[in-house]
C-alpha cells in the first residue's frame, strides 16, 4: 500500500512539471469586459476543498456579460440548484477547457438549448453534452451573464481554466492579469513537535510562535527552544489592489538553514485529491478558530501534488544545543513576498507524560474496516475514511448518537445506521437522519429506509438523531394574488419553506401545462418566467405541488388573469 501510494504521488508530481512547459501566455482574453478584482484566487483554502479558479467580481449586480476567452465550442452545461448553479463548460482547440459558474442565464442559442431540454424533461436540473458541431463559439462571442445562481455567497463570476486532464489550473499562469502590489499577510505561525519526545519550549503540544515585524516587511521570529521531529504550520492570505478579500497565496517555501525543506505551489491539482486539504491543514484548530493553519509537512495519507520539492517530508531534527534558523516565504504571483525568520536552539527539558485517558473512547485504524454498535446505532468506517488511527469519543444515548466531535475530518462517507423497530408502522416513513445544530435542531442527512432501519452516509463527525417531520411545507403568492389581474407582471413568483427536512421536489402547471420554474434555495423563492410563453389564455389556474424530503406534500392553487397582447 505504501508503494502504489509513493508510485502515485510520483506520477502526480511529474505529470505536472512535465505538462507547464508550455502554456501560452496570450491565447485566453479576459471573459469580463470590466477590471478584473478578485474576490478568490486559484487555490484558496476553502470548506473540504481548494478552489478551482478565481471568483471575478462584478461589483454586486448581475447580468454583465461573459465572452468567449478563445475559438471552441460549448462541450458541457450544467443547470443545478446548488454547487456552481448555472455552469457553462468550453472546449478550446488547444486542449484546454474553460468553465464559467453561478450564472444569471445563458447567451443566445445555448440558452434556447437549455430551455428546450428543460421543459422537455419537465425539470429545472439538466444535464447536457452537446457535439462539437452543435454550439461552436468564436473569441468574443456572447456565451452569458454573470449571476448568484448556486452556492455562491453573492453576484461574481467563477472562472476556470482545466488542461486536457480536465486538472483546474491557475489562470494567472495564461497571463490573465490582476493587479497587485500588496504582500501577502502573515496571521500565525505554529511550531508542531512531531513523534515521541518531540517537544517546544518545553511542551509536546502546537505552540504558537510571536512574531514580530521588522521595517523592511519581514518577521523575526522569538527564539525558541525545541527538541526532536518538528514541523511549522502557517495561516496567511493575499489582497488584490481594489478588494479587501481575503484570497490565497500563490507559493510557500522553507529552508532549514538555507537548506530548502518545503515548497508548496499553486499552480494547479486534480479533483480527486482535493478533499485531502482537511489533510493538509490543521484541521481540528480550523474548527475551534475558524482560522486555517497550512501544515508546512507532509503527513501520512497527503498525496498533494501542490507540494512540489520536500526534504525529510518537510520536517527538521533539532538535537541538543544545536541552534539553526527556520524561513517561510510566502509569496504571491506577482512576486510580492513577505520572509519569517525563526532562530531555534536545540533544548532537551524534562520528558512530559501524556495524561489523557482513551479507555472510554473507540479506536478506529484508518487502513482498516470497522464496525462498531452504540444503543440503536450501527456505524461502518470503510478503510481510508480517516486520515489517521484516531481514538473517538461515540456514545448514545434514546435517540441521539454523540458521534464525537467535530474535530477530525472524514475522508470517505462513514455509514450510520439505526434500529426504528419500536416505531409504529404508520410514522417510519415520516423519520429521518439529522446532524444537530448549535441550536440543536437537527440538519437532514440524506437517508434511506430499508425495513426497520434508516441509513445515512456522513462525512463530518457531531451529534446525529432520529428526528420526524409531520409537517407539510409551506406555499405563499409573492407578487400576485388569487383572482387578481398581473397583466404587467414578468414573472410569478412563490415562496416555498419546509424548516424541517426541506424541499425535496416541486412541479408546477398553469391550465395543466407544465411551467418551468427556478428555485432560489438562499431566499426560498420559486420563479416562473412569462417570457418562456407558456400561456395564452386571460383566465389561468396555477397549481403548485412541494413535496419534502420525507414524502409530505402541500398543494396550491389560485387563479389570476392577464391580458393577451
Not at 407544465?514 to 418562456?532: G, P, Q, S
Amino acid at each position: 500500500m505504501k508503494h502504489l501510494f509513493t508510485f502515485v504521488l510520483a506520477l502526480l508530481i511529474i505529470g505536472s512539471s512535465f505538462a507547464q512547459k508550455d502554456i501560452p501566455k496570450d491565447y485566453f482574453d479576459n471573459p469580463l469586459q470590466i477590471p478584473l478584482i478578485l474576490a478568490g484566487s486559484f487555490g484558496e483554502l476553502r470548506s473540504n476543498h481548494f478552489h478551482s479558479g478565481i471568483d471575478i467580481k462584478t461589483k454586486q449586480v448581475e447580468g454583465i456579460p461573459i465572452y468567449a476567452p478563445a475559438d471552441g465550442y460549448v462541450s458541457r452545461i450544467k443547470v443545478a440548484h446548488f454547487g456552481f448553479g448555472k455552469a457553462l463548460y468550453l472546449k478550446h482547440p488547444n486542449g484546454y477547457s474553460t468553465v464559467y459558474a453561478h450564472l444569471q442565464r445563458y447567451g443566445g442559442n445555448i440558452q434556447t438549448l437549455v430551455k428546450s431540454a428543460q421543459y422537455k424533461k419537465e425539470r429545472y436540473e439538466v444535464e447536457l453534452f452537446p457535439e462539437q458541431a452543435d454550439i461552436p463559439v468564436k473569441k468574443g462571442d456572447l456565451i452569458g451573464y454573470t449571476g448568484d445562481s448556486g452556492s455562491s455567497g453573492g453576484p461574481h463570476l467563477h472562472f476556470e481554466i482545466r488542461d486536457s486532464a480536465s486538472r483546474p489550473m491557475n489562470p494567472m499562469l495564461f497571463g490573465i492579469e490582476v493587479p497587485d502590489t500588496k504582500k501577502p499577510i502573515i496571521s500565525s505561525v505554529y511550531a508542531y513537535p512531531m513523534g515521541s519526545g518531540a517537544q517546544v519550549n518545553g511542551d509536546t503540544k502546537p505552540y504558537k510562535v510571536r512574531l514580530k515585524k521588522q521595517k523592511d516587511g519581514s518577521y523575526k521570529a522569538e527564539n525558541i527552544e525545541a527538541f526532536g521531529k518538528i514541523g511549522f504550520g502557517i495561516s496567511s492570505h493575499d489582497q488584490q489592489n481594489g478588494a479587501s478579500n481575503k484570497n490565497g497565496v500563490y507559493q510557500i517555501k522553507t529552508a532549514h538553514n538555507g537548506q530548502e525543506k518545503f515548497n508548496i505551489l499553486f499552480e494547479r491539482f486534480s479533483f480527486s485529491e482535493t478533499r485531502y486539504l482537511n489533510r493538509f491543514i490543521d484541521y481540528g484548530y480550523f474548527k475551534k478558530n475558524r482560522s486555517r493553519i497550512q501544515k508546512l509537512f507532509r503527513e501520512s495519507n497527503n498525496p498533494l501534488s501542490i507540494i512540489k520539492n520536500e526534504e525529510d517530508n518537510g520536517f527538521i531534527s533539532v538535537s541538543e544545543g544545536f541552534e539553526s534558523n527556520f524561513t517561510i516565504e510566502v509569496c504571491d504571483y506577482l512576486d510580492n513576498k513577505v520572509l519569517i525568520t525563526i532562530p531555534i536552539k536545540g533544548v532537551h527539558a524534562e520528558e512530559l507524560v501524556a495524561t489523557e485517558d482513551y479507555s472510554k473512547h473507540e479506536y478506529i485504524v484508518a487502513n482498516g474496516h470497522t464496525s462498531l454498535s452504540q444503543g440503536k446505532f450501527d456505524m461502518y468506517f470503510p478503510p481510508q475514511s480517516l486520515y489517521e488511527d484516531v481514538y473517538l469519543d461515540i456514545s448514545a444515548r434514546g435517540d441521539t448518537l454523540s458521534f464525537h466531535k467535530d474535530e477530525v475530518p472524514i475522508h470517505k462517507n462513514v455509514t450510520i445506521s439505526a434500529d426504528i423497530s419500536a416505531y409504529k408502522t404508520t410514522d417510519k416513513s415520516k423519520l429521518y437522519l439529522g446532524r444537530l445544530n448549535y441550536k440543536g435542531i437537527p440538519y437532514y442527512s440524506n437517508t434511506m429506509l430499508e425495513g426497520n432501519t434508516l441509513k445515512t452516509r456522513v462525512r463530518i463527525f457531531g451529534d446525529y438523531v432520529i428526528a420526524a417531520d409531520t409537517t407539510k411545507p409551506k406555499i405563499k403568492a409573492i407578487n400576485f394574488s388569487e383572482g387578481k389581474w398581473i397583466s404587467s407582471n414578468k414573472s410569478l413568483k412563490i415562496k416555498i419553506e419546509d424548516k424541517e427536512s426541506g424541499i425535496s421536489s416541486y412541479r408546477a402547471t398553469i391550465n395543466g401545462k407544465y411551467i418551468l420554474t427556478e428555485y432560489e434555495y438562499k431566499k426560498d423563492v420559486l420563479t416562473y418566467d412569462f417570457a418562456d410563453n407558456i400561456i395564452s389564455d386571460t383566465e389561468n389556474n396555477l397549481k403548485l405541488i412541494v413535496t419534502d424530503n420525507v414524502g409530505n406534500s402541500a398543494t396550491f392553487e389560485a387563479t389570476f388573469f392577464r391580458k393577451q397582447i
